[in-house]
């Protein structure tokens, strides 16, 4: 049998049973970009995690921006976010014309906490704006940031690309936000492929924001062509193309209907890790005080000093992993736009950052898989005695 056994992968997708025939249905009904199937998984995101509003995007990078964008800042305006983030992310302040601020990790949780806020916010002069992230599915306490950075609660947008399945005191992470991202990105908890999406509280910031998801025209061409619509639009604002497409959307109501399962499934492989890694010289288990919080369990990160040495060890062993984040202020771009003083403002996050380490986690992990992580870890780390 097999003595050369194949590589677990870091993330694989897992796809409900019957999201082929959702696509087929949608390629069969000569609808397929923005329309029914859009506005369906609208209400059936926002019915799973109770928000008011759900508006369906092309990405949470985009959503971000749209969210941004909505808020109507002036041009070049301090937001905060923390540096132990996506590029994406990043990228979306610098897109809608604004000066990301970077914000310190605290060390146990890896989001910011209220004091490293509070300090970033008094570097910043007065920030306009703040974007909080849910690492590896975490999530934060949004009113305790909020009230650090000394904003309004509508100038204050979390990011939950790592976050469907979290929540804090019963309620969903998101779900009474302002303005909440999502992503449905390849690798996230409820993968579609690509997508994302806006929850808010606020039903004038959702119009907003499904006005200028397709390019600020007044309707949509859905809404043009049904009957009784009408050839005429106008453009009040000047829009991004982000829509998302019905093929999506359709997949996402059927991945929808697993993602409690897959939620479960999480939970147990991480309790799992959690028994199995216990003790191992060097290594640092995720976080564990999470009283009257539900994580997501999106990433299991370790911390483990000489961390690249160990992902080259373990590829060689058959395990693949990766890493979330390469800090945004060691990379080049932001050093070059924000600067080595502002780059240099970080320090748990580039101490952090060296020893983060995401091991694999998904619904379709086996135990044999898992196994083969558990084993391949604990021997690389013995033999460094
Ligand atoms: C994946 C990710 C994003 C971007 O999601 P897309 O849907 O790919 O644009 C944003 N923020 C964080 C924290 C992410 O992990």
């Avoid at 921006?65 to 979306?92: H, K, Q, W, Y």
């Amino acid at each position: 049998m097999g003595h050369e056994q194949t590589t677990v992968p870091f993330t694989v997708p897992s796809f409900a049973d019957d999201v082929s025939d959702a696509v087929v249905k949608v390629l069969d009904s000569g609808w397929v970009t923005t329309g029914p199937q859009t506005a369906s998984f609208e209400q059936d995101f926002a019915d799973y995690l109770g928000a008011a509003h759900v508006v369906a995007v092309a990405s949470c990078t985009t959503a971000l921006e749209l969210c941004l964008r909505a808020m109507d800042l002036p041009p070049g305006s301090a937001v905060l976010t923390p540096s132990l983030t996506f590029c994406g992310a990043i990228n979306a302040i610098l897109h809608a014309g604004h000066r990301p601020v970077l914000v310190d990790i605290d060390e146990d949780t890896l989001v910011p906490s209220p004091a490293t806020v509070a300090a970033a916010a008094e570097r910043a002069g007065r920030p306009a704006a703040m974007v909080v992230q849910n690492q590896g599915g975490y999530p934060v306490d949004v009113p305790a940031l909020t009230e650090a950075a000394g904003l309004d609660r509508t100038r204050v947008i979390e990011d939950v690309a790592h976050g469907p399945g979290a929540g804090r005191d019963g309620a969903h992470a998101g779900s009474s936000s302002y303005a909440a991202c999502f992503s449905f990105y390849a690798t996230k908890n409820l993968p579609i492929g690509e997508g994302g999406a806006v929850a808010t509280s606020d039903q004038d910031f959702a119009d907003r924001i499904r006005a200028t998801r397709l390019h600020g025209m007044s309707k949509d061409s859905w809404r043009r062509y049904l009957p009784g619509g009408s050839w005429r639009y106008d453009v009040r604002n000047v829009g991004l193309k982000a829509n998302m497409t019905d093929i999506q959307a359709a997949i996402g109501r059927a991945q929808l209907t697993m993602l409690p399962r897959w939620q479960r499934r999480r939970a147990e492989l991480v309790a799992r890790y959690d028994e199995a890694l216990a003790g191992l010289p060097g290594l640092v288990l995720p976080q564990r005080n999470l009283g009257g919080v539900r994580h997501a369990w999106h990433l299991y990160q370790i911390r483990v000093p000489e961390r690249d040495a160990l992902i080259a060890e373990l590829e060689a062993a058959g395990v693949s992993t990766s890493v979330h984040f390469i800090p945004a202020n060691q990379m080049t771009a932001y050093r070059s736009i924000l600067g080595a003083e502002e780059c240099g403002s970080v320090p748990v996050t580039d101490r952090v950052g060296e020893e983060l380490l995401s091991l694999p986690l998904y619904p379709g992990l086996s135990p044999d898989g898992q196994d083969r992580v558990i084993t391949a870890l604990t021997e690389a780390l013995r033999t460094r005695g």
